[in-house]
């Protein structure tokens, strides 16, 4: 199956500090990639889609400001958090979806997750 | 507003038991149904997807079912084993450009 990687695994930082979380579609062209969030024992809530080349679109409350998605590439999104704060600890997950006919335009393939740990 | 339920939140079964997962959507106007397994601290790992029109999925000892109509699907699982022990999530897409909202999730623990 498709191969969605997440650089890094986990990474601690301090509050204040901007932390980049990069998305990378292996094997096929990601057109379109969303960002999860994941708090203990909770499902997966999305935070923003996005669409190669174009702005990012964030759901309602997340604050794009503060979560900066650039999708620069039909392989690589990366999702910045600025002035991270401790209730921004979470896991962060982040999925591709590519855009020809076939398995791939029908399923969301999922990367591995990146815990951040905020001090 | 499409909303994602699933039944029960957590399940312990003996190795070897055959068990049911069910999950639950308001809006029955999907375009397609998957299950997922999350291992704890991990990302998920796409078990079977069922799109609209089809009815049912088959892949080894893992049958998810769909009633688009009623708002139901079920994971099926045969023959338990301790390797399933994970936390089974299902999500619905409402059309193709549409991200999936997915439900809580079923703790499984099978126990050897």
């Known amino acids: 199956g498709a191969v969605v990687s997440q650089h890094p695994s986990w990474v601690i930082c301090k509050s204040g500090t901007s932390v980049k979380i990069e998305c990378r579609s292996l094997d096929f062209q990601a057109t379109t990639m969303f960002w999860y969030r994941q708090f203990p024992k909770q499902s997966l809530m999305l935070m923003a889609t996005?669409?190669?080349?174009?702005?990012?679109?964030?759901e309602q409350g997340v604050e794009k400001d503060k979560f900066l998605i650039n999708h620069a590439s039909l392989t690589l999104s990366t999702l910045t958090v600025t002035s991270a704060h401790p209730e921004d600890s979470s896991f962060y997950i982040c999925s591709a979806r590519g855009g020809t006919s076939g398995r791939r335009e029908v399923e969301q393939f999922f990367g591995p997750g990146t815990r951040l740990t905020v001090l | 507003k499409q909303e994602v339920t699933q039944i029960p939140a957590a399940l312990s079964v003996p190795e070897g038991e055959n068990l049911v997962l069910n999950c639950s959507f308001t809006d029955s106007a999907i375009y397609n149904l998957q299950w997922f397994r999350q291992d704890p601290g991990k990302g998920l790992t796409s078990l079977l997807l069922?799109?609209?029109?089809?009815r049912e999925q088959t892949s080894g000892r893992l049958n998810a079912s769909l009633d688009k109509s009623s708002g139901r699907s079920t994971l099926y699982i045969a023959a338990s084993q301790p390797g399933d022990s994970a936390t089974y999530l299902c999500a619905v897409r409402r059309n193709y450009g549409q991200n999936f909202v997915f439900g809580p999730g079923t703790r499984l623990s099978v126990l050897p």
């Open positions: 069922i799109q609209s029109s089809q």
């Open positions: 996005s669409n190669e080349g174009s702005k990012a679109t964030y």
